[in-house]
């Protein structure tokens, strides 16, 4: 049963999605192997914790995959994900990915908004990712103490990534959070292609 509700809502949300997104700047990148088997990880081990929240925000969030799969596999517990990202064209992607929670009382919402600065809104929990894009760490300044986190960084060289991690430990020190309840690495080889994901799961 748990199967064929997952598949209901997913069929739901992509089919609403396909002309919306073609009038986007969509980037089809969002659903590469390195993209999806990361938020998986996100996932499962998040799950794992078996925590639940009441205001989730994903920082960097791009079309909102992330929600996407945290939502669909309905294992994690969350009242409401907010998405920000500081291009707007991702903002009406993520909408749409997103529509059947978007329709559900609001449960997702996408923004567009600079996560260094101050995000609205008490999260109790809060995502990103994608912190190799940030040339700054006041986005995560200001996050408060004691707020819940799930980051996730690399070591892939590319021209939009403005910070790289040469090992699990870089990552962990470079955060310091209050309390790690879960770290680890996950490799990526491709043919042309290697590098390294790393994530934490901690209080600030």
């Given amino acids: 049963m748990h199967l064929l509700h997952t598949e209901t809502i997913v069929s739901s949300s992509l089919t609403i999605t396909t002309t919306q997104i073609s009038k986007c700047m969509f980037n089809k990148d969002a659903f590469s192997n390195g993209q999806i088997a990361s938020k998986i990880w996100l996932c499962e081990e998040l799950e794992r914790l078996e925590w639940d929240s009441v205001l989730t925000h994903i920082y960097a969030g791009w079309h909102g995959i992330t929600a996407f799969l945290l939502l669909s596999r309905g294992k994690f517990s969350v009242a409401k994900i907010e ?8 903002e009406q992607i ?17 923004y567009t908004a600079d996560c260094n600065q101050m995000v609205a809104g008490a999260a109790d929990l809060v995502i990103n990712t994608s912190v190799e894009h940030f040339d700054s760490m006041q986005w995560f300044d200001n996050i408060p103490n004691g707020t819940a986190v799930v980051l996730q960084g690399n070591n892939m060289p590319h021209d939009q990534h403005v910070v790289n991690f040469d090992s699990l430990d870089s990552f962990v020190n470079t955060f310091n959070l209050h309390k790690v309840v879960y770290k680890g690495s996950k490799e990526f080889n491709y043919p042309d292609l290697k590098f390294t994901r790393y994530m934490i799961i901690g209080l600030k």
């Fill in 83 to 90: 998405s920000y990202d500081i291009d707007p064209s991702c």
């Fill in 94 to 110: 993520a909408d749409a990915i997103n529509e059947n929670w978007v329709f559900n009382n609001w449960q997702f919402k996408a």
